[in-house]
């Protein structure tokens, strides 16, 4: 593999932006720029393209870093940004970076030497330092499903809080006081277990410690951790899984202990994707607008491409609970 503007980063101990900067002949340190040259020399790295990228000519691409494409909610946000993005006369690079750092900071350098125009980073991306780098370089970005309030950037995501709010308040009324949430680590499940934990509190009830579980990124370890909540000698009678493919694991564990959805155990996930649907019982979940989601985020990058547009929006849209079978009236 070629070396990239990271691995020159890297190496010389600085930021991408400062390396841009050398490549771009503006103003830095004389024994930094030495030390980047140097670097660059050694790992024979040729900026050509990067540099032609900082010129303003425009190739209208996007890059589209996402999570994991494997996720059905991920998938549809790709293939409704790329539908979007085509209406708009531009084309879609799509990169899954399976929420690892590393690899965010090396897809948006690999893209920015292909001369993207901009780029919409979608829920999960974590390397909070390269995006702060792009928007040092005044790279047009959107953040789609997620949001860093701490940063100037345009923004598109629901009202994750209220989704995680309005769940649980549901399962309370369903007579539920032991309810479990299994959630990933993502900011989007730390706002919805914040709802959860507002709900469970407004209703006077606690939150027990132990059934709130956040799981790695494999599924397998996600449906053991569900497991462990059913094993406990008193179990949750409700689980809110703060994704639908968490759910799906939730569920596969309860079967594999003869529980019954809902009699034995009730089932809430989120995102209203086609496993929703699909599962049986099917699945009480929170829906997201995903259509207009990614709609937006794809016309606040381009308005940004193409008029440097310097206002910052950030856009927050109102999920809607879908009540299905997976979820009744507490019988224990």
Excluded at 5 to 15: C, F, N, T
Excluded at 86 to 114: F, M, P, W
Excluded at 145 to 159: F, M, R, T
Excluded at 209 to 229: H, I, N, P
């Amino acid at each position: 593999m070629k070396p990239t503007i990271y691995d020159v980063a890297r190496e010389a101990g600085v930021s991408i932006a400062t390396v841009s900067k050398v490549i771009n002949h503006q103003r830095v340190g004389k024994k930094t720029k030495e030390k980047v040259l140097k670097v660059m020399e050694e790992l024979n790295y040729k900026p050509s393209v990067l540099a032609s990228a900082l010129t303003g000519k425009r190739t209208s691409t996007i890059g589209f870093l996402l999570p994991d494409i494997a996720n059905p909610f991920v998938a549809g946000m790709a293939r409704r940004v790329e539908d979007r993005a085509h209406e708009r006369g531009y084309n879609l690079v799509i990169c899954s970076t399976d929420s690892q750092e590393k690899k965010e900071a090396v897809y948006v350098s690999l893209l920015r030497q292909k001369s993207v125009d901009g780029f919409i980073l979608a829920g999960g991306y974590k390397n909070v330092e390269v995006i702060a780098e792009l928007i040092e370089e005044q790279v047009p970005v959107v953040l789609l499903a997620e949001s860093y309030p701490h940063l100037s950037v345009n923004s598109v995501k629901v009202d994750d809080f209220m989704g995680g709010y309005e769940v649980t308040s549901h399962l309370i009324s369903l007579g539920h006081t032991r309810i479990g949430i299994l959630a990933e680590d993502a900011s989007s499940s730390r706002e919805r277990i914040r709802g959860f934990r507002q709900a469970m509190q407004d209703k006077g009830l606690p939150v027990r410690e132990e059934f709130l579980v956040v799981s790695d990124s494999t599924e397998e370890g996600a449906e053991y951790l569900a497991g462990q909540m059913l094993d406990s000698p008193e179990r949750p009678t409700a689980i809110f899984a703060c994704n639908d493919l968490l759910a799906i694991r939730v569920i596969l564990a309860a079967r594999e202990r003869q529980l019954r959805i809902p009699d034995d155990l009730s089932v809430a996930g989120f995102d209203n994707t086609l496993l929703s649907r699909s599962t049986d019982p099917p699945l009480t979940t929170v829906a997201q607008p995903i259509l207009d989601m990614c709609s937006q985020a794809v016309d606040l990058l381009i308005e940004e491409i193409e008029r440097h547009n310097k206002t910052k929006q950030r856009i927050v849209m109102l999920p809607q609970l879908i009540i299905r079978k997976s979820t009744g009236k507490r019988r224990s």
